[in-house]
């Protein structure tokens, strides 16, 4: 029996994630790459190569060259088992990241060194900085013209409001980028344009010393020591106390596409990173030694694999060691359930495994008993929280186009809003049925997915809505007034509970004057 100790202080469970296109799914790739994972890395944007990118798997990422669903990869790199959870970038998944970061221990974050901080990473550091959760910066494309170093590192400061300390730093860049010293260990990576393989590496006692002179040129090699001196007078030493708390963030160079500096970033991460961490339950916190297993679902993703329409549920292990096949208690329905074939992933080829431990991530088939925020335990009445369903901004009324198949689709329609994709209403007035997402792409890919999964298809007819609010109040005549008052209004989402459509902000502010005891909330948890 592996020792739970052992098996936590070895486990690093984080996140990635940037602005679309900074290279995020690039940089995943490459750390699969040297955790021997995968063994030639896919190329993502090109569609004459049929190899996408690994970690992309739904039809329609391959199709449009972004990640749309968090992927889930697990591997072994030297003594430490690795899990990454690689994020969608683009803001019409943004809900799908927030929850993702619910479920890691710290984040890595991308930044193209041309464009520097772009709003959605500004958006997800404000979570990070929430959770009080540990972060690194990966300073990519550096084979690319870009932006002076020290101004990112400026940049990273006041847009991300954290104090930065660079344990790499770059050798010109663009056309003339020669490498990437690497203080953190003292070394320099010349750097060699090569997607398959990593760089050749010169090990350096002291950085007066003649082999750097050699390597890069009298000229560079003049300025590294410049600005490193420079580093050391403006930076303080780096302390991993103090990236621990999530007051520092160390920051790193390199150019994932050509393999280079990637490693010197997943080295250090392992040796700094946190490892599980203990999770506030409603009722305690719960630490991950304690002997009990428990976990909470923070994903659902329906038709992981086309030929068998299964949905699975993405399980956070919290505490205690899973095992396949014991009973555990599901805490919601009181239910008492077994998982047969729980899995483990690395993109979407999936393994049994039979046991896992606090920060991996396990794939339980769910056949309905599921919904996101879940928890499982071996038996203790506990209650994870933290897990957010925004209020929508975009609504459509879903309209079938063939009669036949209206089945089919409202079984995609009830397995895609399992997800958490997007929220379904319907509306007590006329009894349509409502889709509201955070963003426009969400309704091509819930019609994409609904044709391409389950053979049914749909459209979508605009209405004007300007935000959809959960209500309630202790005072049952004054909720029944409201209800009557405002019936062609109403709705009610998929638990039952009552929703006030307002179509304009100067409507729900009426509402909320003239209805003082009606409590209107903007997220699901309440």
């Known amino acids: ?17 940037s602005h679309p296109d900074a290279g995020k799914t690039t940089l995943t790739e490459k750390l699969l790459l040297f955790g021997g994972a995968i063994h030639i890395a896919g190329a993502v944007k090109s569609n004459k190569i049929k190899k996408t990118a690994t970690s992309d798997w739904m039809e329609i990422e391959k199709q449009r060259g972004i990640s749309v669903a968090t992927s889930v990869m697990g591997f072994d790199y030297g003594k430490y088992k690795i899990n990454i959870l690689d994020t969608p970038g683009h803001q019409d998944f943004a809900e799908d990241t927030y929850r993702t970061l619910t479920a890691v221990d710290s984040v890595i974050i991308v930044v193209d060194v041309a464009k520097g901080v772009e709003q959605q990473t500004r958006k997800l550091m404000e979570v990070c900085r929430m959770r009080n959760t540990p972060v690194i910066i990966f300073v990519n494309k550096l084979d690319r013209e870009g932006r002076d170093p020290f101004d990112i590192l400026d940049e990273l400061e006041a847009e991300l409001k954290i104090a930065v300390r660079p344990l790499s730093w770059p050798i010109n860049i663009g ?29 350096i006692d002291d950085i007066n010393s003649p082999l750097i002179d050699e390597a890069v040129g009298e000229t560079d090699a003049a300025k590294l020591r410049e600005d490193l001196e420079l580093i050391e007078g403006v930076y303080p030493e780096f302390s991993v106390d103090d990236y621990l708390a999530a007051r520092t963030a160390p920051v790193f160079f390199g150019s994932a596409l050509n393999t280079f500096g990637v490693k010197e970033l997943l080295d250090c991460f392992v040796k700094i990173a ?26 659902i993703h329906a038709n992981m694999d086309p030929n068998h329409r299964s949905c699975i549920a993405f399980v956070k292990i919290c505490s205690g060691r899973f095992e396949r096949n014991a009973p555990y208690k599901h805490v919601r329905t009181g239910k008492t359930l077994r998982f047969a074939s729980p899995t483990a992933f690395m993109a979407q080829k999936k393994s049994i495994v039979d046991e896992a431990f606090p920060g991996d991530i396990v794939g339980i088939p769910d056949t309905g008993n599921f919904k996101i925020g879940d928890t499982i335990t071996s038996g203790e009445e506990i209650h994870f929280r933290g897990l957010p369903s925004f209020s ?25 809003m399992d997800e958490g994709v997007a929220q379904m209403f319907t509306h007590q007035f006329n009894g349509r049925k409502i889709i509201g997402t955070v963003g426009q792409l969400q309704f091509e890919v819930i019609q994409y997915r609904l044709l391409h999964e389950y053979g049914a298809q749909c459209r979508w007819e605009p209405m004007s809505m300007y935000k959809a609010c959960w209500i309630e109040s202790d005072d049952a005549a004054a909720l029944e007034n409201f209800k009557k008052r405002k019936h062609q209004f109403m709705a009610t989402d998929r638990e039952g509970r009552d929703v006030f459509m307002a179509d304009s902000r100067f409507v729900l502010q009426m509402a909320q004057t003239d209805f003082p005891k009606i409590r209107f909330h903007f997220t699901s948890e309440f």
């Open 1 to 17: 029996m592996a020792n739970l100790d052992e098996e936590i202080s070895r486990r690093r469970t984080f996140a990635i994630i």
């Open 175 to 203: 056309a003339k980028f020669k490498g990437v010293y690497n203080i953190y260990e003292h070394s320099l990576d010349l750097f060699t344009p090569d997607k398959q393989k990593a760089t050749e590496r010169v090990e």
């Open 274 to 299: 946190p490892s599980p961490k203990p999770v506030q339950a409603e009722e305690k916190t719960v630490s991950p030694s304690d002997p009990g297993f428990s976990g909470f679902v923070f994903k």
């Open 392 to 416: 929508p901004e975009m609504f459509m009324y879903i309209e079938n186009t063939d009669p036949m198949k209206s089945k089919q689709l409202d079984k995609g329609v009830r397995q895609l």
